[in-house]
């Protein structure tokens, strides 16, 4: 059974910094990554090779790293704006029975104020 797990969400003002973790069992993962809802978009991926590609409004405030040995996903955010307020969904991409297939963790809530 896939499972992702999120954590590390909470609440910050605006300038501060929050560090998620996204831990995924049950099967071999490739590409891994976070979205927000409001709607949901994509914030960050990143390959097993450790590729990254970054939503514009993230980039040089936010970095996603992975521990492939422990199928975790990380998501450090710096500089954390308002807008930047939203439920962050970790995601992993894995191929079973020759599909590809997409698993969502349930979700963390990050607040940010003025």
């Known amino acids: 059974q896939v499972r992702l797990v999120e954590s590390g969400g909470g609440s910050v003002q605006a300038g501060g910094s929050l560090r998620l973790s996204c831990a995924a069992s049950?099967?071999?993962?490739?590409?891994m990554g976070w979205y927000r809802q409001g709607p949901r978009e994509l914030v960050a991926t990143i390959t097993t090779g450790g590729i990254t590609n970054y939503a514009d409004f993230v980039k040089g405030r936010f970095t996603i790293s992975r521990d492939n040995g422990n199928n975790t996903v990380y998501l450090e955010m710096n500089s954390l704006k308002p807008e930047d307020t939203a439920v962050y969904y970790c995601?992993?991409?894995?191929?079973?029975?020759?599909?590809?297939?997409?698993?969502w963790g349930r979700g963390t809530q990050v607040t940010v104020s003025s």
């Open positions: 049950g099967s071999i993962f490739s590409s």
């Open positions: 995601k992993a991409n894995s191929w079973r029975w020759g599909r590809l297939e997409s698993f």
